[in-house]
């Protein structure tokens, strides 16, 4: 049988919201009311394969040729697209573990072998080029990464994506990196990864670091004829999106430094409340990142699930089960929306830890 669903997204769309609410992955929405030069709106355009401004501006925020680009309906449909164009059923994907669910289950939707490589806890949740090596065989078709890493924010180097952009080359594979955390990195920006070679292909949108999130504006970057091929196999999909959200996106794409900076104060501010957090509560443990949206705390001593259900109903304070990433002793939570509710949730949470029984 395929995989039709998606737990996490079910659980995300129906469960996850609370007064104080850490299950976020995103920054807080970007009103369109301070969207800088905005658009004369239009209902329909000239929209085919692309709309050509649209295409341009995403091209040159990229630093590649617009022939490089397949628009598509946020990083989801992205990933969907690039899965389905690059994988026949029976295919072998690698993906990171820890993973976002939504990857592994668009792989299983597309009927690939997924086998899965450690981010391994003890070394900070770097990748490491040899844990891929442990399951790369000949019929590996895709490696598929996030960078930043969903859940920990951890970033991957250029040296070691190279690495692992070898590694796939060495069995004609290619590698599928998610980078739609990536601008979370306020300073030295790293360059989109497809720039590291033929074998990338990378996704992305303006939604978690920009709060465009209803825009839909996503992305794949691939090379020409794979890019091609990919806006014919999205006749069967989406087809030709919403003209509007084409029209914002590319006001959006002209004025991304001031909707980034936006975001960043309140991102920024909340690292700091989290690191005060972290500090007054030694025994959980979590990479500490300069950067990204997103932190895993690892709970030890503790049924997390319960925990959690506990922490929403009776503090009103949710936040991502770890076993979503198949963690489930860790949670995920998330920073960037507003400052107090980010302040008064983790407050929440230490309430709720000191009144653990087991604790
Ligand atoms: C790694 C990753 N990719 C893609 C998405 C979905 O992005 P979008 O809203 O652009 O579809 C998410 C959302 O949480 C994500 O964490």
């Excluded at 000239?46 to 617009?66: E, F, M, N």
């Excluded at 991957?156 to 190279?162: A, F, G, H, Q, Y």
């Excluded at 949108?205 to 090379?223: D, F, H, P």
């Amino acid at each position: 049988m395929r995989h039709r669903h998606s737990d996490y997204m079910h659980w995300a769309k129906t469960q996850s919201r609370a007064p104080f609410n850490l299950a976020t992955s995103g920054v807080g929405s970007f009103p369109l009311a301070e969207l800088p030069g905005q658009p004369a709106l239009e209902i329909n355009g000239d929209s085919t394969y692309g709309y050509a401004p649209l295409q341009q501006a995403i091209a040159a925020k990229c630093g590649v040729d617009p022939d490089c680009v397949v628009a598509a309906a946020g990083t989801s449909m992205a990933n969907h697209l690039a899965m389905a164009a690059l994988l026949e059923p029976g295919d072998e994907v690698l993906i990171e573990h820890p993973a976002y669910e939504l990857l592994v289950a668009a792989a299983l939707y597309m009927e690939a072998r997924v086998k899965c490589f450690a981010r391994l806890e003890e070394n900070g949740y770097a990748l490491d080029p040899d844990q891929i090596r442990r399951v790369l065989t000949p019929r590996t078709k895709l490696i598929v990464i996030t960078n930043l890493h969903n859940p920990t924010s951890v970033l991957t180097p250029d040296s070691v994506l190279r690495e692992i952009g070898d590694l796939a080359r060495s069995v004609g594979a290619r590698v599928l990196v998610d980078e739609v955390y990536l601008d979370a990195v306020y300073e030295d920006t790293p360059r989109t990864s497809y720039l590291l070679g033929p074998e990338f292909i990378v996704t992305n949108s303006l939604t978690k670091v920009y709060g465009l999130s209803g825009l839909r504006c996503g992305w794949i970057l691939a090379e020409p004829d794979l890019a091609r091929a990919m806006w014919r196999l999205n006749d069967l999909f989406g087809s030709i999106p919403a003209h509007p959200a084409e029209l914002l996106s590319v006001a959006a794409l002209a004025h991304l430094d001031v909707i980034r900076a936006r975001a960043r104060r309140v991102v920024d501010a909340d690292r700091v409340q989290l690191a005060e957090f972290l500090a007054r509560h030694p025994s959980i443990c979590s990479p500490r990142t300069k950067f990204g949206t997103t932190a895993f705390l690892r709970l030890s001593g503790l049924d997390v699930d319960s925990f959690l259900a506990r922490l929403r109903s009776d503090y009103e304070t949710s936040a991502v089960p770890g076993r979503f990433f198949e963690m489930p002793g860790h949670v995920r939570i998330g920073m960037g929306v507003d400052g107090a509710m980010f302040a008064e949730g983790l407050r929440r949470i230490s309430l709720a830890l000191a009144a653990q029984p087991s604790r």
